[in-house]
Nanobody, 121 residues
Framework: QVQLVESGGGLVQPGGSLRLSCAAS????????MGWYRQAPGKQRDMVAT???????NYADSVKGRFTISRDNVKKMVFLEMNSLKPEDTAVYYC???????????????WGQGTQVTVSS
């Protein structure tokens, strides 16, 4: 069964850093865009950062200069390095990947289960 498995969330102080990891597994032919999204209580799920298969990145304005998204196409993983964290970064962070499945080559959006990031003193 295809799935995304996340790790790295936790509690950090303002100004601290966290590194989130997400691994895709299963019968996947290829992975197109991967990304991280977050959802705070009472708010919609918003894009944090995305990265295409070619390495082109996009960031939400609120995280530019602080967060860095990267991927390892061999390991089928995507990472989010979060620096200079602020309390407003507190949210559940979700990994996302657009994939082509084997053997059908049908496209599918995969979502991780979410990992809590809390920034607080």
């Amino acid at each position: 069964q295809v799935q995304l498995v996340e790790s790295g969330g936790g509690l950090v102080q303002p100004g601290g850093s966290l590194r989130l990891s997400c691994a895709a597994s299963g019968h996947i032919f290829s992975i197109n865009t991967m990304g991280w999204y977050r959802q705070a209580p009472g708010k919609q799920r918003d894009m944090v950062a995305t990265i295409t298969s070619g390495g082109s990145t996009n960031y939400a304005d609120s995280v530019k200069g602080r967060f860095t998204i990267s991927r390892d196409n061999v390991k089928k993983m995507v990472f989010l390095e979060m620096n200079s964290l602020k309390p407003e970064d507190t949210a559940v962070y979700y990994c996302n990947a657009g994939v082509l499945l084997l053997p059908t080559l049908l496209s599918r959006d995969l979502w991780g289960q979410g990992t809590q990031v809390t920034v607080s003193s």
